[in-house]
């Protein structure tokens, strides 16, 4: 440590900043490359969503958003990658003065990735482009880049028959036709779940929007839970009908 100089804090600054813009667009070359095109079958279904920009500006608690329409902001939360920084360790947090420079720091960040994006090829883009920005500095510190956890991602297919009765069944419960949205969480167990068993997988949520999920507010409505498991048995009751119409489809017709 040291109490005087521009020491690795200030690198480290230099390859965040060299990496996501102040909108959220990632600057990592050929990271976007392998992101699967929206068709614009896709691009449609962004103008039926049920979605209020004021309302979202509500629950963010801000005033602006880093995009001004509805389907430019759930895009960037969907289906584009992103990059978000979430700390440094090592370096000094308390309240109050302190002089004293860190001689080693970690800088944390993530990257949600989207299809058809590949985490090993994109570790690899991040690998060579930290060390680049690094290189660039002249700096004699040495740099070290370490990945903790990554997985693929998971696209559901809203063609099948997994989603038809979800959305037949979301109407029985509450009423109203559902959004088919995509998300951003990291659930990989899906993905695992849909190349073992060799069938669609659907997501099928029972919470609310503000349920601030991990976070230390986290919350269930109770209706909510009363609602899921209706919700869970009218699905299972839908499932079973569109089998059973598949199977009589099947049956050979006697003349």
């Known amino acids: 440590e040291a109490t005087y100089g521009v020491i690795g804090m200030t690198e480290l600054f230099k390859i965040f900043n060299s990496m996501v ?14 992101v699967l095109p929206m068709t614009p079958e896709e691009e449609a279904t962004y103008g039926v969503l049920d ?11 801000v ?12 895009q960037h939360r969907w289906r584009y990658p992103s990059l978000s920084i979430h700390g440094i360790e090592g370096a000094f947090s308390d309240p109050g003065d302190k002089t004293v420079i860190p001689c080693d720091i970690t800088g944390k960040f ?11 090829k994109t570790m690899a883009q991040v690998r060579a482009h930290i060390q680049d920005v690094h290189n660039s500095t002249g700096s004699e510190n040495e740099v070290t880049v370490t990945t903790t956890v990554s997985a693929a991602s998971w696209l559901g297919d809203i063609t099948d028959d997994n989603f038809r009765a979800g959305e037949y069944a979301t109407m029985i419960v ?7 949205t995509r998300e951003g969480g990291s659930i990989p167990i899906v993905l695992t779940l849909q ?12 919470g609310a929007s503000d349920d601030a999920a991990h976070s230390q507010n986290e919350k269930l409505n109770r209706s909510n839970y009363r609602n899921g498991m209706k919700l ?12 059973l119409s598949k199977e009589r489809r099947k049956l050979p017709r006697h003349v």
């Open 195 to 206: 190349e073992a068993t060799g069938t669609s997988l659907m997501l099928l949520p029972i």
């Open 110 to 120: 993530s990257i949600r990735l989207v299809p058809d994006m590949n985490p090993a």
């Open 232 to 243: 869970l048995a009218s699905y299972l009751d839908e499932v079973s009908r569109l089998a």
């Open 174 to 180: 509450h009423g109203e036709q559902p959004n088919l």
């Open 51 to 61: 979605f209020d920009l004021d309302v979202y500006k509500g629950e963010l608690g």
């Open 21 to 34: 813009t102040p909108k959220g667009d990632i600057l990592i070359p050929g990271i976007n490359d392998d």
């Open 63 to 74: 005033t602006k958003l880093a995009h001004s329409t509805a389907a430019n902001v759930l």
